[in-house]
């Protein structure tokens, strides 16, 4: 399984990034996928998930806000991250993932991740 997640930067609050993960040796099609995040100093965190059949979650502080999506033609999934505050601050990564979608564990290694740095 290779995940290759892009799409990071330094924005400015109330900006918009998209991020995109693109994987091989997994098929978006038939696996719950994951955007996880982490913050330094702090424990990896669930962003958001979506399932099998396209239903999604997301963590309290990101709803709202950021949008879960996939091409499954291209096996890539995708986090469209609006309205960026500061404590959104963090490596981004993804995952594929299993167990209920509010608790989606990470079932693949890491990847790299991509970093989201926004400025006040």
């Known amino acids: 399984v290779r995940l290759v997640e892009s799409g990071g930067d330094l924005v400015q609050a109330g900006g918009s990034l998209k991020l995109s993960c693109a994987a091989s040796?997994?098929?978006?099609?038939?696996?719950?996928m994951g955007w996880y995040r982490q913050a330094p100093g702090k424990e990896r965190e669930l962003v958001a998930a979506?399932?099998?059949?396209?239903?999604?979650v997301y963590r309290d502080s990101v709803k709202g806000r950021f949008s879960i999506s996939r091409d499954t033609g291209q096996n890539t999934l995708y986090l469209q991250l609006n309205v960026l505050k500061p404590e959104d601050t963090a490596q981004y990564y993804c995952?594929?993932?299993?167990?209920?979608?509010?608790?989606?564990?990470?079932?693949?290694?890491w990847g790299k991740g991509t970093q989201v740095t926004v400025s006040t």
């Open positions: 040796g997994i098929n978006l099609r038939i696996n719950h």
């Open positions: 979506i399932s099998i059949d396209g239903g999604t």
């Open positions: 995952a594929g993932c299993f167990g209920g979608l509010h608790g989606c564990k990470a079932l693949t290694s």
